[in-house]
């Protein structure tokens, strides 16, 4: 066990901190604080299969999923205080009070619990390694006090001359970082961000929570609630080339080159993808200023020279990836600059993703096998209805054209396909479409 608990700590100390609720799950010594207190709790539980304690999920036994769960709040002090919105590139949208004619950088904090908390004595920082670089003044505390459930907005221009909530640090458009530390040096709260738009603001949605996203010009809400969609949330995994088409049975090496992943935006408004991520499956970062407007493709290729060999029409894609698409079944998702989840697919090439057909006659007998064409067959794997959750394998379908559709409207689209549960008495599989098997299905809307 020791050196389980060794590994584990050594694990959790490059994890990276979290800030969540007041007593949050992971929570297992009764401080109300994630520390080594509870990672010896949870150590001492390990494998375990009893519910409640350390077994955070509630699911099976202590296992590694709820050591993430720990391992994500580990530094967790108990303040209800978050950074909850930011803008490191002010320009025209909120004026310094202070200051006529002057928009310096702003940050906001969110107390989102029950009791006043006057942050008089903590500090800020725009370098996570320098905890103490500004202390916010303990002289003013109806300045720095800030009520349940209220907003405290602090201006990041470098000119603590006015006032207590003028840090001496500004923020960095092009990406930095931001912290807030409690006064004996723990972390509370901080964000690593990348490149930010003129006037674009990033914050909490919901205030509070754990997800970011944009907010555009003019949606800004420095010291009030945020609200509102974010643009980044009407970008789509839309089309997934993971098996390109080739001739297995003459030993046809696979052209990986030609693997892609296709974005779409269904929003009403430009999105700069400049700096996002996928994270999973394959690895690669947007090139800065890569756009895609409203209604328009973008597609990421593994090779853009194969591609656009391959499509010379296509002119919407960037690319260059390390990795590869995995035949079997792959996860994909799509971060932003902040690290916020735009989209995630989880394909394989068999289950809901894939139909049953009869295979050849072996000793008398013809099994069911998996089959189709977006798995090696000249396909792509296409989305068919923007507003169903990606967690049905039923709405996706191999593409009706050879190559897929990279770059333009997929061809297998539908409005509505409700999400359904075949509940199946007859036969487990789902027949090819020339096989005559007597199916009885219950259809339920989720």
């Known amino acids: 066990m020791r050196v389980r608990l060794g590994f584990l700590i050594l694990a959790v100390l490059y994890i990276g901190k979290f800030s969540a609720a007041i007593c949050p799950v992971g929570d297992l010594d009764g401080d109300c604080s994630i520390g080594l207190g509870d990672m010896i709790v949870f150590a001492e539980s390990w494998l375990g299969t009893s519910l409640g304690g350390a077994n955070l999920d509630g699911m099976n036994a202590v296992d590694i999923h709820d050591f ?224 895609i407007g409203a209604g328009n493709f973008l597609v990421i290729a593994a090779d853009v020279d194969a591609f656009s060999a391959a499509y010379p029409t296509v002119i919407n894609a960037v690319g260059g990836w390390t990795g590869k698409l995995t035949n079997a079944g792959e996860k994909l998702t799509l971060v932003n600059t902040v690290g916020t989840v735009i989209d995630t697919v989880r394909y394989y090439d068999e289950g809901e993703w894939a139909q049953r057909i009869l295979g050849p006659m072996e000793y008398y007998h013809r099994g069911w096998e998996w089959s189709n064409a977006h798995d090696g067959g000249g396909s792509s794997l296409e989305r068919v209805c923007l507003s169903v959750s990606n967690d049905y394998g039923r709405n996706w379908q191999a593409s009706q054209t050879n190559g897929g559709t990279p770059g333009r409207a997929n061809s297998r689209t539908a409005e509505n396909i409700a999400p359904v549960i075949l509940d199946v008495q007859h036969s487990p599989v789902i027949p090819a479409a020339d096989q005559a098997v007597t199916v009885t299905a219950k259809i339920t809307d989720e």
């Open 68 to 291: 993430s769960i720990l391992s994500e709040q580990w530094g967790y002090t108990g303040y209800q205080l978050v950074i909850n919105e930011f803008m490191a590139d002010n320009k025209t949208s909120i004026e310094d009070p202070q200051e006529a004619g002057e928009y310096p950088d702003w940050f906001e904090l969110y107390n989102y619990g029950t009791t006043p908390i006057n942050v008089g004595g903590m500090y800020l920082t725009d370098a996570l390694d320098t905890p103490n670089l500004f202390q916010i003044p303990s002289s003013a505390p109806a300045q720095t006090t800030i009520q349940p459930g209220d907003y405290l907005l602090v201006w990041a221009d470098g000119d603590t001359g006015q006032g207590p909530l003028h840090t001496i640090f500004k923020l960095a458009a092009g990406g930095e970082e931001l912290g807030l530390f409690a006064s004996d040096g723990s972390l509370i709260d901080s964000i690593i961000f990348g490149s930010q738009g003129l006037d674009e603001s990033y914050g909490r949605y919901p205030n509070g929570g754990p997800g970011w996203q944009k907010f555009d010009k003019g949606k800004a809400t420095p010291g009030s609630s945020n609200s509102g969609e974010s643009a980044d949330t009407g970008i789509l995994i839309n089309e997934i080339m993971y098996h390109p088409g080739h001739n297995e049975l003459a030993y046809e090496p696979e052209p990986i080159q030609l693997e892609y992943i296709e974005l779409y935006n269904t929003g009403t408004s430009a999105v700069n993808l400049g700096g996002w991520r996928f994270i999973d499956g394959v690895q690669f970062e947007l090139p800065p200023d890569t756009m």
